[in-house]
């Protein structure tokens, strides 16, 4: 008769599901990088511990529908092979509860971080329209000419798909180094700063998923943009 597995074992097994999940699920990742960001703004804008408690069982909530529709999905896949009306309406189901969850955190996030947000905002969107708006319009203009002379040369790919580099990767993180050159002195500029690398990294990511291009080209776009702009804000702000 086979043991059954001691502690240690059990949690290395429910190691191994998370680590499966965040591998195989683009989803999974996206609510990672989603939940790590929150946690910082709610550190950064000082919320009080019961504001924290509600967003960490907002973000538990969906990470735990998200594994729980992994979970189905794969036990209907190895159920069944051909199509069946109700194995898809169960992960139909799953999937409902993951938007439901994903609502809520929305939700709670809003009610949270609103009142304490709102009049930084102001502040904020007074200093980017108060910005010099023809650096950040140079800065896209030499992205996408630099882009282009690299994929000229390497023959790779055309100006708006495929080859070395990424264009998208390099508009993304250049619009990131413009972001965080914008915001200079700002008391919470690390915080928005942060936020334009993750949605940066977001874009260059699913440039990899879709098969356009490869790390290397995203990688390269992503340096390529972001020393671009870091070069235009120093020189000519």
């Known amino acids: 008769m086979k043991r059954p597995p001691s502690i240690f074992e059990s949690f ?4 191994e599901g998370i680590i499966h999940v965040l591998r195989t699920q683009r989803n999974m990742r996206i609510h990672f990088t989603v939940a790590a ?4 703004a709610a550190i950064a804008t000082g919320v009080d511990r019961f504001e924290l408690i509600a967003l960490l069982l907002a973000i538990s909530f969906v990470l735990i529908a998200e594994m729980v529709n992994t979970a ?17 309406l169960a992960k139909d189901i799953a999937a409902g509860a993951v938007l439901i969850s994903t609502v809520n955190a929305v939700a ?5 971080f609103s009142d304490q947000l709102a009049n930084r905002s102001s502040r904020l969107i007074d200093r980017i329209r108060d910005a010099p708006a023809e650096l950040t319009l140079i800065t896209l203009v030499l992205t996408i000419i630099v882009v282009i002379a690299f994929k ?3 023959g790779r790919g055309t100006p708006l798909r495929g080859g070395l580099p990424s264009g998208h990767a390099a508009i993304a993180f250049g619009g ?4 965080t050159a914008i915001l200079g002195d700002f008391r ?8 334009a690398f993750i ?8 440039r990899i998923e879709t098969g356009v291009h490869s790390f290397t080209e995203v990688a390269f776009g992503g340096i390529l943009g972001a020393l671009v702009a870091l070069v235009v804000f120093q020189v000519l702000a």
Do not use: C, R
């Not at 290395?12 to 190691?15: D, E, I, L």
């Not at 999905?73 to 109700?86: H, Q």
């Not at 949605?199 to 699913?206: D, P, R």
């Open 72 to 88: 189905i999905e794969a036990a209907i896949d190895v159920a069944t092979t051909s199509f069946d009306p109700l194995a898809k």
């Open 108 to 112: 709670v996030g809003y009610l949270v």
């Open 199 to 206: 949605m940066a990294l977001l874009v260059a990511q699913t």
């Open 188 to 195: 919470h500029w690390f915080l928005v700063s942060s936020m």
């Open 37 to 40: 960001a929150v946690l910082v």
């Open 152 to 154: 000229a040369y390497s």
């Open 12 to 15: 290395n097994f429910a190691f």
């Open 176 to 179: 990131w180094m413009a972001v």
